[in-house]
Every structure is written in C-alpha cells, then in structure tokens.
C-alpha cells in the first residue's frame, strides 16, 4: 500500500487541477439550467432536431432536471472529460514509467510486479472516484439555487456509474500500454474503442440493424437515465466493473510474463 | 575467517534470455563469490546490461536458473539481497532526493537511514532539491546512494563511472572496496578494461550474449601481449638478435636500424634469455595493454560463440 501513498504525493497536484477544474465546470453547467429552464424557445430547438440526433446527443427533455443534468453532463460531456484523465492516468503510469526507464529501479527492490500493479490500478481509480464525485458535489450544493433538482440518492447512483464506466476504459489503456510498454498503444486503442462504440451505441438507438449489438458498447451498460430517473442499475454496475476485472486480470498477466524495456 | 572458498551469493546457470529474435545472452553460467569485485566486461551489445537485468527479473530467461543467495531471482523477495545502479539512470526528475529515498523505501527497498546520511554527506549530494534539476553527476550521486545504503549482499553496477569527474571516481572506488571489505560482492560492468583493472578481482569476458572468459586479472595480465624495444650495437647484431627471437613462439620481431620491435604473448622470460648471447645495448619495456587481451577474445575465432547449438 505505500507506494500507492508515494504515487498520489507524487501526483496529487495534478488531480488537484482536475479536481477544480471539474468543480468549476459541474458548477457552470448546473448554473445554466435556471435560465433554460424558463425559456421555452430550448425546447423547441430540441424538439426540432431529427429523432436519430436528437439520440445521440443524448435525447431527452432539456426542461427537466434530469432531462437537462443527463444530456448536458452525464451522457457526454462529462464521461468524455473524465475519460481524459483517466486513458492519460492510466498510461503513464506504467508504460509512461517504463517509456521514462524509471521503471528498472523500481522494480528492482523487493516488490512482485503484481503488488506494483494493483497499487497503481489502486492509483488510477482513487483518481476517477474523486472526479466523479467532484462532478456531483456542485450540482446538489447548488441545488435550491438552481433549481436543478434531483435526488440526491439519484446522483450518487449516476456517480457510481460514472465511476465505473470510466474505471472499465482507463483499466484497458492501461492493459493496453502495460502489456506492450507503450504509452501511445494504450492511449489509441482506450480513446479510439470509447469513439467508436459511442457512434455504435448512439447510432443503434435509431438504427434497426445497429440495435442488437448496442449490448457490446460500455455506452449501453453506463446507464445514466435508469440513474437518473429510477434507481441504480446494479446490474449495468456489475457488468462494467466485471469487464474491468478481467481487463484488469489481462492486464496483469501481460505484465508479468514480459521483459522490462530498459 | 576460515580458509574455505569464500561463498557463492550470485548463481547463475545456463541463463539464456532471447527478446524475440534479437539475442540477449545465452546460456550464461557464472558464480559470483563474495568478498569479491567480478568484472562484467564486453563491446556494447554484448548482453551485459541483459545479464544483470536477468538476475533482479526485469527480464525472464527462458532456460537456466538464478539463485541470489538461497532465494531464487523469481522470487520478489531475492531482491532484498541486491542492490542495482543503472548504466542509463533515470530517476523521476519532479521528486526531491528525500522522496525519492521515500518511494524506494516504500518499495521495500530497504534502504539503512544511518547509511544514507553518511553516504549524502560523503558524496556532497543535496536531497532537498528536485533530482531533475541536477547535474547529471549529482544524479549519479543519488544513485550511487539508492545503491550503496541498501547494504545488499549483492551489488550490481553497470557501467557505473560514465558520467563521474576523477575525484568522485576515486570515492566510487573507495565504497567498492568497503563493501566487498564487509562482505558484499559486487557486479561491476564495462566496456574498457582500463576501468575495471584496478577495482576488479576477477573479469567475466561477454561476446556477442556468450562468456568467452572468466579470469583473474593476474591471469589476464599474462595473457597481455607485451612490447619490447631492443637496441644492439651494430647492425650485425640486429639482425642476429632479430633471428633468434623470430625463432622463439608466440614472437613477433620486426628490426630496423639498430632497433628490434618485439611482440610478446605470455611471460618475456624467453626474451631475455634468447639475447643474452648476443650483444644489446639496451631493453626498453614499452608497455602491454590489458585491453588488447579483449581485443584477442572478441576478435579471435578460438573464442567465437559457437554457432548451431
């Protein structure tokens, strides 16, 4: 565990940032909602878009609290910003380190790579946890100014799944970049797979032939109106974070068996 | 102190470590007795850095084993015998030394406080300041402490003296001699002999990812091609001199003038006592190079790997 304690005094700045910038930006959107709420003229533009767009873009009513937190936070923006930090986290943990040969001296004290391994996985997800906690914080400190109300038990649920979803893409840059000992690799295959499976999801909601294989996209499973809007959808939880264990699990055979770049 | 040979704390035996297709070393067995400094000496690619990598399992050989001690090099906790300098060392340039200290102490690194103090202190390293802010010879200084305060049984140091000035060399020497004084055995790699000759015991010859040659120095200086310069007094006895030395193995005698060139593999013994009948006026030792007993071993097919097996 200690050096799990090294490595965020080592990095703590840099959360710190993200952190308030994450604050700032929650906090600016939610602020936004009074003044669309009240003006009709939104909606209209909404309403107007076509319906396979309009899907994309996450759908539903801008009027609604949970219409206006989904579309203009949970289904893009913030997913999208958060997995920034964690493919960037995630790669230059172990890959960046090996690419920087910090790595040799590391390992060559008396720890298995696996403890290094689940101490940095320990590292990055602490990380994507206080992030997405950051982007719930200002919405229900701002709630009865704002008039963006929602559960808090709802947004604590979209947290978890915000967590999670995150968790599941950083885990496989990190697979990625760790069984190769490329920072790039990781980054490519994590930001290009959450691209183009948001197309394929997105798409699949209007697109008939497209709709069976929505199933496969973390997009289907980070379900944020279920959320939202009812409760927290524990099995969407539990299949982004199994796919994250056996992410992980690769992950860590493929660092073990390899040789170390020097 | 008994008399016994002193105890082996590195085995390796027939290590082979391949990176695809590319060579690594092959089938390396080496003993490294403590007490003692073991030169690791070969051109640039010739698998040393691999060879040391191989022993703390940065790299996996596919064949052959490494014990550190009694605890195989797969286990984490061999690990703890052996202290590692990096011939290319990086260090994470936004911590202080102290953390630095820190990050490898919580690695289980082990590092003795008392031994660090002295050893900053020693070696003039300031811990305060960010390491990617020093010099590349005070970086090397903060490995140089991360190395020598661990007080591992084992210490291995690739090419460790690139980048230090003669005063710090001089102070490198010194830690080498007290850690083999208290017991320790140290793994020091080069590519000149010149930087092995005075530090180490004994040198481990690496050709091409193969050890060609474990010897003492003492046996590698009477490897060393010696040379000679011989005046006569007359051009007569040149050339007299010059016959019965081309006659004697191992000699190489070139004359000119009143001037004998010879080249000596082994002792000069026979030298002296093929001229002793003839008239010389003078014999000038004009020095044998170690360095070219590596020359031997890298050039000459005797000491070739053995290919296709």
Avoid at chain 2, 191 to 219: K, N, P
Avoid at chain 2, 265 to 290: F, N, P, W, Y
């Amino acid at each position: 565990m200690s050096l799990l304690v090294s490595d965020l005094r080592l990095r703590w700045r840099s959360l710190l940032g993200w952190t308030v910038a994450v604050v700032l930006l929650s906090a600016l959107v939610a602020s936004f909602y009074k003044s669309i709420a009240g003006d009709p003229a939104f909606e209209d533009i909404y309403g107007s878009l076509p319906e396979s767009l309009e899907a994309l873009l996450g759908g539903a009513d801008l009027a609604s609290p949970v219409g206006y937190l989904s579309s203009q936070m949970y289904a893009f923006f913030m997913p999208a910003l958060l997995l920034v930090y964690a493919i960037g986290r995630s790669t230059s943990t172990l890959a960046g380190e090996e690419e920087d040969h910090t790595l040799d001296l590391l390992l060559a004290q008396p720890i298995s790579r696996t403890a290094l391994y689940v101490q940095k996985v320990g590292g990055v997800a602490s990380g994507i946890a206080v992030l997405a906690i950051a982007v719930a914080v200002p919405v229900i400190a701002l709630a009865d100014w704002s008039e963006l109300k929602v559960p808090a038990a709802n947004l604590w649920a979209a947290t978890a799944q915000l967590f999670a979803f995150v968790l599941f893409l950083g885990m496989l840059a990190m697979t990625v970049s760790a069984s190769i000992g490329r920072r790039a690799a990781g980054v490519g295959v994590a930001a290009g797979l959450a691209f183009v499976t948001y197309l394929l999801d997105g798409f699949g909601k209007s697109i008939e032939w497209l709709e069976p294989w929505r199933v496969l996209t973390p997009w289907y499973w980070y379900d944020i109106d279920e959320a939202l809007s009812e409760s927290m959808p524990w099995t969407s939880f539990a299949v982004l974070l199994g796919a994250t264990l056996i992410t992980g699990a690769l992950g860590l055979w493929g660092f073990n068996r390899r040789n170390l770049r020097s | 102190m008994s008399t016994d040979a002193p105890e082996i704390v590195l085995e390796m035996r027939g290590v082979t470590v391949m990176y695809g297709s590319a060579r690594g070393i092959e089938d390396v067995s080496l003993s490294v007795p403590a007490g003692q400094v073991t030169g690791l000496l070969g051109p640039s690619g010739s698998g040393k850095t691999t060879l040391l990598r191989a022993v703390l399992d940065l790299v996996h050989p596919q064949q052959g084993s490494i014990d550190i001690v009694t605890t195989s090099s797969k286990d984490r906790r061999a690990r703890a015998n052996v202290a590692y300098l990096p011939g290319d060392l990086s260090l994470p340039g936004r911590l202080t030394g102290k953390a630095l200290l820190r990050r490898f102490s919580a690695a289980g690194g082990g590092l003795d406080p008392t031994r660090v103090e002295s050893l900053t202190e020693r070696l003039g390293v300031d811990l305060a300041r960010p390491v990617g802010t020093l010099s590349k010879g005070n970086r090397q200084k903060v490995g140089l402490v991360l190395a020598f305060a661990k007080n591992a049984r084992v210490l291995l140091l690739d090419e460790p003296t690139s980048g230090l000035d003669p005063l710090l060399q001089r102070e490198f020497a010194a830690l080498v001699y007290e850690a083999v004084n208290a017991g320790a055995a140290v793994v020091l790699s080069s590519h000149v002999m010149s930087e092995l000759e005075d530090l180490a015991d004994r040198v481990a010859v690496l050709r091409e990812g193969r050890l060609v040659a474990v010897e003492t120095i003492d046996q590698l200086r009477a490897r060393a091609r010696q040379r000679i310069r011989i005046r006569t007094v007359d051009a007569n006895a040149t050339d007299a001199c010059r016959d019965s030395l081309a006659r004697l193995p191992g000699v190489d005698a070139h004359a000119a003038d009143a001037v004998i060139d010879a080249t000596v593999t082994g002792e000069v013994d026979r030298i002296i006592k093929a001229l002793a009948e003839h008239s010389v006026q003078s014999i000038e030792s004009v020095g044998g190079e170690l360095d070219e007993v590596l020359l031997d071993f890298y050039s000459d097919e005797r000491y070739a790997p053995k290919v296709g097996e």
